[in-house]
T-cell receptor, first 116, second 107 residues
Framework: EAGVAQSPRYKIIEKRQSVAFWCNPI?????LYWYQQILGQGPKLLIQ????????DSQLPKDRFSAERLKGVDSTLKIQPAKLEDSAVYLC??????????????FGPGTRLTVL | AQRVTQPEKLLSVFKGAPVELKCNYS??????LFWYVQYSRQRLQLLLR??SRESIKGFTADLNKGETSFHLKKPFAQEEDSAMYYC?????????FGTGTRLAVRP
């Protein structure tokens, strides 16, 4: 089966600019996650969707970050305006959500964002 | 709050030597623990989960609730084991990751 797709793979912007990332999960996966991974750290959950509803966005900096999954499939994550500390790899993951315990999360290749 | 600690940033061993990647956690509930691995130029992927109690690629990990640990072990390291390893704890579907340990296996 095709894996989680993300684009772009790399992005360089200047601070105060806007940027958007796109994610296409594995077909049939109900749950979609966005993680931020700063260099030298583990991935940190930003937001979790189940179908097109938000399950957890407690760690999303809502003053500048937004995310949507309008049709319960693809998702976009936006940063506006970007700050230097937003430089990181943004990972998208999806899971089946079969309802029986914690499902395996499948990760995309990530988008490496550099803010200058 | 849940927390995962991986005390070693880098672990370097010779091929054939035993490997132990340390992971400690703090969590008030009943934990579900995982090890994820990222090989060079590949995606982050699940290596094993404690509830499966299985060995993957020769790796095993036992959950020790008394010591709040979930160390990853392999008796004989191979060069292809060189990668970044992340320990993670689940509460519901939410994963909390440690900072990762880079394993370097030298020939």
């Amino acid at each position: 089966e095709a894996g989680v797709a993300q684009s772009p793979r790399y992005k360089i912007i200047e601070k105060r600019q806007s940027v958007a990332f796109w994610c296409n999960p594995i077909s049939g996966h109900a749950t979609l996650y966005w993680y931020q991974q700063i260099l030298g750290q583990g991935p940190k959950l930003l937001i979790q969707f189940q179908n097109n509803g938000v399950v957890d966005d407690s760690q999303l900096p809502k003053d500048r970050f937004s995310a949507e999954r309008l049709k319960g499939v693809d998702s976009t994550l936006k940063i506006q305006p970007a700050k230097l500390e937003d430089s990181a790899v943004y990972l998208c993951a999806s899971s089946l959500n079969s309802g029986g315990g914690t499902d395996t999360q499948y990760f995309g290749p990530g988008t490496r964002l550099t803010v200058l | 709050a849940q927390r995962v600690t991986q005390p070693e940033k880098l672990l370097s061993v010779f091929k054939g030597a035993p490997v132990e990647l340390k992971c400690n956690y703090s969590y008030s509930g009943s934990p579900e623990l995982f090890w994820y691995v990222q090989y060079s130029r590949q995606r982050l992927q699940l290596l094993l989960r404690h509830i499966s109690r299985e060995s993957i690629k020769g790796f095993t990990a036992d959950l020790n609730k008394g010591e709040t640990s979930f160390h990853l072990k392999k008796p004989f390291a191979q060069e292809e084991d060189s990668a970044m390893y992340y320990c993670a704890l689940s509460s519901g579907d939410k994963l909390t990751f440690g900072t990762g340990t880079r394993l370097a296996v030298r020939p």
